[in-house]
């Protein structure tokens, strides 16, 4: 199949290859010689004459025949030369240009780990195109980051540990690489040389007088020698199985002075071969054009390599045969890859409609950082659906990959120039709000509260009106602020809460009103019962403010309310309300909100607190789609997301009453 015709059809007055060219023309006269010297030992009455080896008209072949076999041809023999490679066939294809620069490395190490490193070569070099070509995006678009943020170009330093770890992987593999066909070149080359002795043995089976049992038997130890013999190098592969495949057929030729041998052995290569034209012809009967061309290639290699020739009148019918199934699989592989090119086109209009949709983003003006925020996040989603969206035609990828780095790249460029502006913005307003610091440093030791008190509230309510400043200086000034305004409201809060007589009065009545509770009697029914309490608050809320160091009287007197809503089986979250109105009541004061300011900060950032571990949890059940609903682990998070859904549900009640208050 060298030469792209039947491998049994062998000029045998041409040589093949380059291996021994000049010797052929003697091989075929000592053939003769053998024959005439043969025959006329054994008596025969007509004059012996040679075994003729007539050459062979060619067959015409169509043009796209000749380059599936060549194709076929050059893939056996890359096997031929490293066994291993055969299983490249075998090893899933993945969708590594949809894969993320961490899931990248990962799959670079699986397959170090798992397959042979001759066979996972395409596989490698996809990776690391994909890796390069994202990481260098990444690595771009944080430059134009760190210059936009007043970096010089000079200073721009960027790794990360992925690239460390894809690094030290790829490394590993290269290690690997290095290492197998360091010693599978010394193999091949004596691999070579075992079988030009065993071709050189071949060819001198004609020259020895002996039996020709003797001899044919000497002939199949040589082909079994050849069949065990490893593989060699890949450019010496044809010549090689030429040169051989030919001296087997002058030896063949030679077998004419005993038919019963020869005719044997061709029997039996005619019945292989029709089972491998068989197999083949049921493998074009099948779907799978891929995997029956993955088989067809090992039928390939069968015919060549493992059996000998056929009876001459059969030869040239069998091969047409076994081309034509050869023909139907590869035609079904073509429609397969045109069915695959469709598929990349419309991934390339897909692509092609996510870059347009970026570029109309990027030429859209923005006012405002929420706006500017929803832009990005709407941009990063395309870009991920730009990642994900399959492969597109090779001839167009770097030029659809460039069009849609400039997209992002032009959308970047507005986004910084935006923060720029922004920024300077954010400075003007730090100027403001160290004014106001100014002015609150200056009056928090004043004792003029008339005065002062009205001030203070004004640069509160006007610092909640300045914009952002940077965030290296928000949290700074704020607790500059925070101490000044606080140091003056505390002494305010101080002289306010110094006990008096009425505060006395009210923590004496608190104290006999929470020992009459407990002999209280609640009716049964549930609803009159929370009616009740509910009164019992009403009336301690009614007794007025106790001095600050017994406010400890309040905690006592929710403690008793715990205990007869218990008592009532409330629902914890009613309870929860009904108690917490209590709270509100002693921390609402006209004159100071900071301590209601206080609660609905707190609020907030439990409700923040609580979304992202719902959220957390949500995710983390993702990871248990295969798994039954009555697993422990899986049970445990769905009641842990219900009862955080539960309080969280009590925080946005709790804020609703704080809004309610002012």
């Not at 040239?316 to 023909?327: G, H, L, P, Q």
């Not at 003029?448 to 300045?466: A, G, H, N, Y």
């Amino acid at each position: 199949m060298s030469d792209i015709n039947n491998p049994e059809e062998v000029d045998g007055t041409e040589e093949i290859n380059s291996i021994e060219n000049s010797d052929q023309s003697n091989d075929n006269q000592n053939a003769e010689d053998a024959v005439n010297a043969t025959e006329a030992v054994n008596g025969s009455s007509e004059t012996a004459e040679a075994p003729k080896i007539e050459p062979v008209q060619k067959p015409e072949i169509a043009e796209e025949d000749d380059e599936v076999i060549n194709e076929i041809e050059e893939s056996n023999a890359e096997d031929a030369e490293d066994e291993g490679n055969k299983d490249r066939h075998t090893i899933e294809v993945k969708a590594y240009d949809t894969m993320s620069l961490e899931a990248l490395a990962i799959e670079l190490e699986k397959l170090i780990e798992k397959e042979k490193v001759q066979a996972i070569k395409s596989h490698v070099d996809n990776i690391n195109s994909e890796f390069k070509t994202k990481f260098q995006a990444l690595i771009e678009e944080k430059k134009e980051d760190f210059l936009n943020d007043g970096g010089n170009e000079i200073d721009f330093y960027y790794s990360s540990p992925v690239q460390k770890r894809y690094k030290e992987a790829y490394k590993a593999y290269r290690k690997k690489v290095n290492a197998h066909y360091q010693s599978l070149e010394q193999n091949l080359k004596q691999n070579l040389a075992n079988k030009l002795e065993i071709i050189e043995e071949l060819k001198g089976l004609i020259n020895v007088e002996e039996n020709i049992n003797t001899t044919y038997k000497h002939f199949k130890e040589l082909q079994e020698r050849w069949r065990n013999t490893g593989p060699i190098p890949r450019d010496k592969y044809n010549n090689a199985w030429n040169s051989y495949h030919h001296h087997v057929e002058i030896f063949y030729d030679f077998l004419n002075i005993n038919r019963d041998l020869r005719d044997l052995d061709f029997k039996h290569n005619l019945e292989k071969k029709l089972l491998i034209i068989e197999r083949a012809e049921e493998l074009a009967m099948g779907d799978d054009a891929m995997r029956a061309f993955r088989e067809l290639q090992e039928l390939h290699k069968m015919w060549k390599e493992e059996l000998g020739p056929v009876p001459r009148e059969h030869r040239e019918s069998i091969w047409e045969r076994f081309k034509a199934a050869t023909k139907t699989i590869n035609d079904k592989r073509q429609v397969y890859y045109k069915e695959i090119d469709k598929v990349y086109e419309k991934n390339l209009e897909y692509k092609l409609e996510i870059i347009s949709k970026i570029e109309d983003i990027a030429s859209q003006d923005t006012n405002s950082h929420g706006s500017l925020q929803k832009k990005i996040k709407t941009v990063e989603e395309l870009r991920e659906a730009f990642f994900n969206a399959g492969k597109v035609p090779i001839k167009v990828n770097e030029e659809t990959w460039a069009k849609f780095k400039d997209s992002v790249r032009l959308f970047n460029r507005k986004k910084n120039a935006f923060y720029k502006d922004l920024k300077k913005d954010q400075y003007k307003n730090l100027q403001l709000k160290l004014d106001l610091i100014k002015i609150a440093e200056d009056n928090k030791e004043s004792d003029d509260f008339e005065v002062t008190t009205p001030l203070m509230k004004k640069i509160q309510s006007d610092w909640k009106k300045i914009g952002h400043v940077p965030r290296k200086d928000s949290d700074k000034i704020w607790k500059r602020f925070k101490a000044a305004c606080n140091g003056y409201f505390d002494r305010i809060h101080a002289k306010r809460n110094a006990a008096s007589a009425e505060q006395v009065e009210a923590y004496n009545k608190k104290n006999d009103f929470l020992n009459s509770l407990k002999d209280l009697k609640l009716p049964k029914d549930k609803a009159e019962g929370v009616e009740a309490i509910k009164e019992q608050i009403k009336q301690w809320q009614t007794i007025g403010r106790v001095p600050s160091d017994k406010r400890y009287i309040d905690g006592k007197f929710q403690k008793t309310i715990d205990g007869l809503l218990n008592d009532l089986k409330v629902d914890k979250a009613e309870a929860e309300m009904i108690k917490y109105e209590n709270k509100l009541d002693s921390l609402n004061d006209a004159n100071d909100t900071r301590n209601l300011d206080n609660e609905r900060t707190f609020i907030r950032k439990k409700i923040d607190e609580l979304k992202g571990q719902i959220n957390q949890l949500e995710n983390n059940l993702q990871f248990f789609t295969n798994v039954d609903e009555d697993n422990p682990l899986v049970k445990e998070v769905h009641t842990n997301i219900k009862n955080h859904k539960e309080s969280l549900n009590v925080l946005k009640a709790k804020l609703r009453k704080i809004k309610d208050l002012y």
